[in-house]
């Protein structure tokens, strides 16, 4: 095949799992808030002293906590670092940089699903947020009213939200074409720029800033009241702890034991008393693996890692979901503006077409492609097994060599709503710090693999579409295209002969996460409609753990909203003097 483009493309999706380590990586300190404090400076036992211990500052934690602050004493343990000040973090155009980092100090820790997707999720205060494409979109209101929530509570807490976090993007040339490729091809009515979850095309928010400043959900920590706030950076908790264990009353959570960056052992006690909680907002791998660790899960696996039992409770990490991501690569003659997902057509078949585009990274000398970098896993060159560490060296460094040109264009991509599918988590081992194994089963359920191909017609349509013919070479139809995205190693899935022939076949081979994962600790079966973990007192679970299904086209204004929620749901049942239950 003689397309220069062709093989240019198909070098420079390198394939890199693991990208080297950064020796002498400077670490950033970022201590923005006077109520900040590095967790080995901690006391190594506190009592009574706080009301409410949030495990895990990330994007549900950092609202919430800074709520309960108004009223009450509260502590947050987050085993990351702060996200001020690290570069990686704040500038857009550094996006992918945290996730291709894979040294044990990362923002971001990698995960490998059962499913062969490669995955991230967060390990720094602010959570997902400082990672994510920074795409900001509310929940529906039928979503809204089918999760319980009081409705104008919930429009005030987006606000809130919103006043701190939430930008309207400036629009450039390349996602105009796209935007003007879906309303081409009926994904109407157009509604303009707005943050709600309306069928047809839009504009959403983003948390970036129009200086391409991220702005993460640790800057809604500014609400809180610094005088009854505490903050404790790499504070990693591995276990909860209960009083009332094993006698005929119900276990009350009552403390915890976290490790600070020495590997040194901290216990704290929560003020005694009815209403003292213990919250945790560890988000979807991190809760269901916190509550397994701290004896509340299925009693034979627990016990398979010497657990003690508090609380057999087989449906802790069931209902384990990740919405498929799949994408076309659309190689531009003209130069495209870099950009995360700004543009989104909401189809009336449950699928959301996103575009991302540019030379990310632009920083840092490597060249390449963003949400789709071969070095944070999506895309990849070279098949699983051939991925030494010399090859994906030589990958980068070949990578950094190439042309420009070879970088200009975008994605398209797809994700389904829902999903239907589910899988499941499992403790790995007992250490806090490891990874729990997760399945996500993606597309198992035929209506989920049925929205997924619908979506991808639409795209071809749109790389079609009169509105987005300056950004493609006329001689390259969509399915040439789509050809080459079959053809390029996705992940560790293996291709079939039918990949490129086959949309279903397409959709299974080249899966990857848009990183939406959620559940593990769902409404109605870990906890209840109050976020308490049922079976236990004193004890809630608020983050995307709780979902059964994802908010909106993108879930963090969701996750994010809820924080504040409940914050003001549990200050006011306080108020009201609600019995806990
Ligand atoms: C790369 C990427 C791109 C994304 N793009 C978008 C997007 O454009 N738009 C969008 O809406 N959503 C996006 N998302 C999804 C969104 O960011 C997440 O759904 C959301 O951040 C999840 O929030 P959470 O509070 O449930 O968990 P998290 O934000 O992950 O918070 C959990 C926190 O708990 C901490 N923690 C975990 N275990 C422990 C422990 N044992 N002790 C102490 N602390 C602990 C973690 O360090 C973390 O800070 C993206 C996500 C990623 C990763
Ligand atoms: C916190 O303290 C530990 C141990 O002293 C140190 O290694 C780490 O760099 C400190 N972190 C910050 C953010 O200062
Ligand atoms: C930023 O990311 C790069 C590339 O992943 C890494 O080498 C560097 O150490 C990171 N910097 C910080 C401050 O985390
Ligand atoms: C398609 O167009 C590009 C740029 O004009 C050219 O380099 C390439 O050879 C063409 N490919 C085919 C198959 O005609
Ligand atoms: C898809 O790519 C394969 C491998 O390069 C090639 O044999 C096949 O002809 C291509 N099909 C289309 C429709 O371009």
Request: net charge positive.
């Given at each position: 095949m003689g397309i220069w483009w062709w093989r240019l493309i198909l070098v420079s999706l390198a394939g890199i799992l693991f990208s080297p380590k950064h020796g002498a990586s400077q670490r950033v300190t970022g201590m923005k808030y006077t109520f900040m404090k590095n967790a080995s400076?901690?006391?190594?036992?506190?009592?009574?002293?706080?009301?409410?211990?949030?495990?895990?500052?990330?994007?549900?934690?950092?609202?919430?906590?800074?709520?309960?602050?108004?009223?009450?004493?509260?502590?947050?343990?987050?085993?990351?670092?702060?996200?001020?000040?690290?570069?990686?973090?704040?500038?857009?155009?550094?996006?992918?940089?945290?996730?291709?980092?894979?040294?044990?100090?990362?923002?971001?820790?990698?995960?490998?699903?059962?499913?062969?997707?490669?995955?991230?999720?967060?390990?720094?205060?602010?959570?997902?947020?400082?990672?994510?494409?920074?795409?900001?979109?509310?929940?529906?209101?039928?979503?809204?009213?089918?999760?319980?929530?009081?409705?104008?509570?919930?429009?005030?807490?987006?606000?809130?939200?919103?006043?701190?976090?939430?930008?309207?993007?400036?629009?450039?040339?390349?996602?105009?074409?796209?935007?003007?490729?879906?309303?081409?091809?009926?994904?109407?009515?157009?509604?303009?720029?707005?943050?709600?979850?309306?069928?047809?095309?839009?504009?959403?928010?983003?948390?970036?800033?129009?200086?391409?400043?991220?702005?993460?959900?640790a800057d809604l920590l500014e609400y809180a009241n610094p005088t009854q706030l505490t903050v404790l950076l790499q504070a990693t908790v591995s276990k909860i702890l209960f009083t009332n264990k094993g006698s005929r009353s119900r276990p009350v959570a009552s403390g915890v034991i976290f490790m600070d960056a020495l590997g040194r052992e901290h216990r704290v006690y929560l003020k005694q008393g009815p209403k003292s909680e213990i919250i945790v907002s560890a988000g979807a791998l991190g809760s269901p693996q916190l509550l397994m660790l701290s004896g509340i899960g299925a009693e034979r696996e627990l016990r398979k890692h010497n657990i003690d039992v508090v609380l057999n409770q087989p449906l802790v990490g069931q209902g384990m979901s990740d919405n498929p991501m799949n994408a076309i690569f659309v190689p531009s003659p003209v130069p495209v503006e870099v950009s995360l997902i700004e543009v989104v057509g909401i189809t009336n078949v449950g699928s959301y077409i996103e575009a991302a585009s540019g030379q990310m990274f632009t920083s840092r000398s490597p060249r390449d492609y963003g949400m789709f970098s071969p070095k944070i896993g999506?895309?990849?060159?070279?098949?699983?097994?051939?991925?030494?560490?010399?090859?994906?060296?030589?990958?980068?460094?070949?990578?950094?060599?190439?042309?420009?040109?070879?970088?200009?264009?975008?994605?398209?991509?797809?994700?389904?709503?829902?999903?239907?599918?589910?899988?499941?988590?499992?403790?790995?081992?007992?250490?806090?710090?490891?990874?729990?194994?997760?399945?996500?089963?993606?597309?198992?359920?035929?209506?989920?693999?049925?929205?997924?191909?619908?979506?991808?017609?639409?795209i071809e349509k749109v790389i079609e579409s009169k509105a987005f013919s300056r950004f493609r070479y006329h001689n390259m139809s969509a399915s040439v295209l789509l050809n080459m995205t079959a053809n390029s190693p996705v992940n560790l899935l293996p291709k079939h002969s039918n990949t490129a022939t086959s949309l279903e076949q397409f959709c299974r081979d080249t899966v990857m996460t848009i990183w939406h994962y959620h559940g593990g600790c769902q409404v109605g079966r870990v906890v209840d409609a109050r976020y308490k973990v049922i079976g236990v007192d004193a004890l809630r679970v608020i983050d995307g753990s709780t979902f059964n299904c994802s908010p909106g086209t993108n879930p963090q204004a969701t996750v994010m909203m809820l924080g504040r929620y409940m914050g003001v749901k549990i200050l006011r049942e306080r108020l009201a003097g609600a019995e806990t239950e």
């Open positions: 400076s901690a006391p190594s036992v506190s009592y009574y002293e706080y009301e409410y211990i949030v495990i895990g500052g990330g994007t549900a934690g950092c609202p919430l906590a800074a709520t309960l602050s108004e009223k009450h004493k509260v502590l947050v343990l987050e085993r990351g670092p702060s996200p001020y000040g690290n570069p990686n973090i704040t500038n857009l155009d550094a996006f992918g940089a945290a996730l291709s980092d894979t040294s044990p100090n990362s923002p971001s820790q990698r995960f490998i699903s059962q499913d062969g997707v490669i995955n991230s999720r967060a390990r720094v205060l602010g959570g997902g947020s400082c990672l994510n494409a920074g795409f900001y979109t509310r929940a529906s209101p039928y979503y809204v009213r089918e999760a319980g929530w009081d409705g104008k509570l919930v429009k005030k807490s987006y606000e809130w939200v919103e006043r701190v976090v939430a930008f309207e993007p400036i629009v450039r040339q390349w996602q105009s074409a796209v935007r003007g490729g879906l309303l081409e091809v009926g994904v109407l009515p157009y509604n303009g720029f707005t943050f709600d979850h309306i069928r047809g095309t839009k504009v959403g928010g983003t948390i970036f800033d129009q200086h391409g400043h991220r702005h993460t959900a999506q895309f990849s060159k070279l098949p699983p097994k051939q991925r030494s560490p010399e090859a994906v060296a030589k990958a980068i460094e070949k990578m950094g060599m190439l042309e420009p040109a070879a970088f200009r264009g975008g994605f398209i991509l797809e994700k389904i709503m829902g999903p239907i599918s589910t899988g499941e988590l499992q403790l790995e081992t007992s250490d806090p710090n490891d990874n729990p194994s997760v399945s996500f089963n993606y597309f198992k359920d035929p209506r989920d693999l049925r929205r997924c191909v619908q979506g991808i017609r639409t």
